[in-house]
């Protein structure tokens, strides 16, 4: 016997761990320094770390309530009705019920090229179709209406990443609109803000709400996670911010218990937070800003926690980093062989970083 044909489906390509890297090469993890993961460099809040071992004891029930406080306090957050809020197992689980909310079997997606492996991922599982329009280099990978525009046909969701994995460039809101005018009526524009807090652009959620002088509309989604400026990567939380129109949907295709009791818990104290976030997004601030202006090799603006760097050969490169105890990402699998992405670690990561990268691209 046999699964369906799987063929097209791609494995995804995780980042290695710091234990994986350590014990190839005989260093202690304490020593690695890992930046290529687009992880919290400070871990997580330790408020959030605490609610969990308070919460440990109760794991034997299932997440009734605590899953609705969460809601309600994201909700809050953002000043939205709680089924405006599709809570689920990660920002990658919240792209999963997109999918099941709308896709019938054969339905295309557009995504970017390079761009983020989830989004095509989920749509094959869906059995979705999947098409591409290139942010090209030579554009600084611009996001411009016309690079989306210019490759849709009729797509039933359309994927923006604001600010963008790997190339850290945005979509300001201007450009979201238009796209979303331009594409028919049955297209849902998804707009991923997973590095949302480390940029000064308003959230798209403006465009949803009719906030700030947009006009309200139904077909623009926004995706958020707890995984990069809250530092909860390894819990698996996130959620979609969706039009009041459709909400309900997500009764429907959501699996029961979207998210943990842990994960709720760890969510509700880390929104809590404030000091830990800020110290992350003004590490951030600073790191970039290093890495700008003291990497040898070509950088590009980021609007992320994290910096694509120009190299002659990624593979070579993150290799030889590697071998030094600083692990960064090679984005051949991105389809970009000649850059690697550079996570903002603490200023004293940061600074090791920078320094064993110019030894290596010198
Ligand atoms: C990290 C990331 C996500 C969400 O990741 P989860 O850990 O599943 O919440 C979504 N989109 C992009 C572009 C990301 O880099």
Redesign the pocket.
């Known amino acids: 016997m046999q699964p369906r044909d799987l063929s097209a489906h791609a494995v995804y390509a995780a980042g290695r761990g710091s234990e994986e890297v350590a014990r190839e090469l005989g260093l202690d993890p304490e020593r690695i320094v890992k930046l290529s993961s687009?992880e919290n460099p400070f871990g997580p809040s330790p408020a959030a770390v605490e609610a969990i071992r308070e919460a440990a004891g109760s794991i034997h029930t299932y997440p009734k309530s605590v899953h609705t406080d969460l809601v309600a306090r994201i909700a809050d957050r953002w000043d939205v009705t709680s089924p405006q809020v599709w809570l689920a197992?990660?920002?990658?689980?919240?792209?999963d019920y997109l999918s099941r909310a709308f896709l019938d079997p054969g339905d295309g997606v557009l995504v970017s090229e390079p761009?983020?492996a989830?989004y095509a991922m989920t749509a094959r599982y869906h059995h979705g179709e999947v098409r591409t329009y290139a942010l090209e280099k030579s554009d600084g990978f611009a996001q411009t209406p016309e690079t989306v525009l210019d490759s849709y046909d009729g797509e039933r969701i359309v994927y923006l990443?604001s600010p963008?994995?790997p190339t850290g460039t945005e979509a300001d809101l201007a450009a979201i609109e238009r796209i979303a005018d331009e594409t028919g009526e049955d297209t849902l524009v998804v707009v991923?803000e997973?590095?949302g807090e480390f940029s000064e652009t308003p959230s798209a959620l403006a465009l949803v709400e009719g906030r700030e002088g947009w006009d309200a509309r139904d077909d623009v989604a926004v995706?958020r996670?707890?995984?990069?400026a809250y530092g909860l990567?390894g819990i698996?939380?996130?959620y979609a911010l969706v039009p009041d129109e459709w909400a309900e949907a997500y009764t429907r295709v959501n699996t029961p218990f979207a998210a943990s009791s842990l994960a709720c818990r760890a969510g509700l104290a880390a929104l809590d937070d404030r000091e830990h976030v800020e110290r992350t997004t003004e590490t951030v601030e600073w790191s970039r800003e290093y890495m700008h202006a003291e990497l040898d090799a070509h950088t590009y603006p980021s609007a992320g926690n994290f910096v694509l760097v120009d190299v002659e050969d990624a593979s070579a490169v993150a290799e030889a980093a590697k071998r030094e105890g600083v692990v960064v990402r090679d984005c051949s699998s991105f389809g970009l062989p000649e850059c690697v992405r550079v996570t903002c670690g603490t200023r004293e990561s940061t600074e090791r970083a920078v320094s064993v990268l110019n030894e290596v691209t010198g």
């Open positions: 687009n197992n990660g920002g990658d689980g919240a792209l761009g983020f989830y990443t963008h994995n991923d997973a590095y995706l996670t707890f995984s990069k990567a698996r939380l996130g």
